[in-house]
């Protein structure tokens, strides 16, 4: 018996416009399930699918885990990224990290890191 990684289970307040926030970013069709939770469905070799689940509560403290995205181009996608609604949020960084920490509209921490040279 093993197991398989099948899709990523992220709570919001508001799992429609935090879906449809994210489907935006990573440019990921979307569409809601059977059980009204927001799916994100991740192309061919991205990965696994998203799912939004609406939950009552707020975010109300940091992650204790986070996603990190390695762009081509990371200024290019931090800036597209903080136009779409996401903000620079401190948690505890020195200030010569090469990633760079934000938060989508729901405070959920994650990091876009400095492209490779590939």
Same mark, same amino acid.
């Given at each position: 018996?093993?197991?398989?990684?099948?899709?990523?289970?992220?709570?919001?307040?508001?799992?429609?416009?935090?879906?449809?926030?994210?489907?935006?970013? &990573? +440019?990921?069709?979307? !569409?809601?399930?059977?059980?009204?939770?927001?799916?994100?469905? *991740?192309?061919?070799?991205?990965? #696994?699918?998203?799912?939004?689940?609406?939950?009552?509560?707020?975010?109300?403290?940091?992650?204790?885990?986070? &996603? +990190?995205?390695?762009? !081509?181009?990371?200024?290019?996608?931090?800036?597209?990224?903080? *136009?779409?609604?996401?903000?620079? #949020?401190?948690?505890?960084?020195?200030?010569?990290?090469?990633?760079?920490?934000?938060?989508?509209?729901?405070?959920?921490?994650?990091?876009?890191?400095?492209?490779?040279?590939?």
């Amino acid at each position: 018996m093993g197991l398989k990684f099948d899709e990523i289970c992220i709570d919001a307040r508001d799992a429609t416009a935090l879906g449809r926030w994210w489907s935006q970013v &990573l +440019d990921w069709p979307h !569409d809601v399930d059977e059980d009204g939770d927001v799916v994100l469905h *991740a192309p061919p070799g991205a990965g #696994v699918n998203w799912i939004f689940i609406a939950v009552p509560d707020e975010k109300v403290v940091k992650n204790r885990i986070h &996603l +990190d995205f390695r762009p !081509d181009d990371q200024q290019a996608e931090v800036d597209r990224v903080l *136009a779409l609604g996401a903000r620079r #949020v401190d948690v505890g960084q020195r200030g010569d990290e090469s990633w760079v920490v934000l938060a989508d509209p729901e405070g959920n921490e994650f990091c876009i890191l400095a492209a490779t040279d590939d």
